[in-house]
């Protein structure tokens, strides 16, 4: 054999042994990527199924009176009552707080899509605990989370299967784990902060980045238009919260979101039940989400304002919802009782 063929074969060993280290070093980083990914799924899982189960309260109510039977989130479509509690460790008024937020979803697992619905804090409407109309975000100070979803089942015709109620701590700290959301900013507006200081948060028009304080002052802020609007840009926070939440770039944030969610929050869901509506984040930017107000208008029959819901449009949405659950059309469910309240009453 040539010295020329022997050349030729070890340099095309050589070039096998450089294509392998070259094969090698390329892989191990992706390798190396995987297992991380892997590791910190697997860590993320272990967490929410801690950090989320402690939030779990066993309310004593297998179901709603209007279902014949238990949900399974998993196969049935299922609703949602959000709570926004105006409670704080400053203030220490969780036990008799009123709700500064009140919004029901509905989630059809065939579609894979959601319809958010929010109810103004001052609609007028039948309390069942007290059995008299008054403002709705009273319920929960009269009789707390059963009242709240008593009244709501009433005012709405559907059965609330699941709640989550949320603090102010919560609605900051989540918006902070995720570096701040992007949204726009209706009118220059001044709110108090979360620690009730008056003027502390000073906001200028336009589309912007806001922090968890900044987001919680446009959430509740009214002082330039009405219920109506308010509800939409709470809506809108939520949404951008979401996308913001599930982008590549907070992938690594999400620890601190489970940590913000879950000490702050209560709800009647277990781990388990959560996962199940996963499937319809994963469906990413073709999720339909639909949102939707209650129509009313201003009513003030002595000093205490309220909105009137417009009873037709309630009708409407009453039946969007019930479809959306696929439940059968009915008879709408509306105030039957018209006790006032003690402050309609006292002037």
């Known amino acids: 054999m040539s010295n020329k063929t022997t050349r030729t074969r070890v340099v095309r060993k050589k ?40 939030s779990y309260e066993d309310d004593g109510r297998e179901k709603s009176e209007l279902r014949e039977s238990k949900v399974d989130p998993n196969v049935d479509n299922v609703s949602v009552l959000i709570m926004g509690v105006d409670a704080s460790d400053l203030r220490n008024n969780a036990d008799n707080a009123r709700t500064d937020t009140l919004m029901v979803a509905t989630l059809n697992k065939d579609d894979k899509s959601v319809k958010l619905v929010s109810i ?30 008593d009244t709501v089942e009433n005012l709405l015709g559907i ?34 902060n979360s620690k009730d200081k008056a003027g502390a948060i000073h906001l200028l028009p336009g589309e912007q980045q806001l922090d968890g304080e900044e987001a919680l002052a446009l959430a ?26 599930v982008s590549v770039n907070s992938i690594l944030k999400i620890d601190n979101v489970i940590e913000a969610v879950g000490s702050n929050m209560t709800t009647n869901m277990t781990f388990s039940e959560m996962k199940s509506f996963i499937s319809y984040g994963t469906k990413g930017k073709n999720l339909d989400f639909e949102t939707l107000t209650l129509e ?51 002037y």
């Not at 309390?127 to 709240?148: D, F, L, M, R």
């Open 120 to 149: 103004p804090r001052d609609s007028y409407v039948y309390i069942p605990e007290v059995g008299y109309k008054t403002k709705i975000n009273h319920a929960h100070a009269y009789g707390g989370t059963q009242a709240t979803r």
């Open 296 to 346: 009313g208008q201003d009513y003030q029959p002595s000093k205490t304002y309220y909105w009137q819901l417009d009873e037709v449009a309630l009708q409407e949405t009453q039946e969007i919802l019930r479809k959306h659950l696929d439940l059968p059309a009915q008879n709408t469910v509306t105030d039957s009782n018209e006790a006032t309240s003690p402050e309609e009453t006292s």
């Open 15 to 54: 070039k096998k042994r450089r294509l392998k280290k070259r094969a090698y070093f390329i892989l191990l980083p992706l390798i190396i990527a995987f297992l991380t990914i892997v590791s910190y799924a697997s860590y993320l899982y272990i967490k929410a199924d801690s950090v989320l189960n402690d």
């Open 159 to 192: 059965p609330i299967d699941y709640y989550v109620k949320v603090n102010f701590e919560a609605f900051i700290e989540v918006v902070d784990a995720v570096d701040g959301i992007t949204v726009d900013v209706p009118y220059e507006l001044k709110e108090q």
């Open 220 to 245: 509740r802020t009214r002082k330039m238009d009405n219920d109506i609007e308010r509800g939409k840009r709470q809506q809108e926070i939520i949404k951008a919260v979401i996308k913001k939440a």
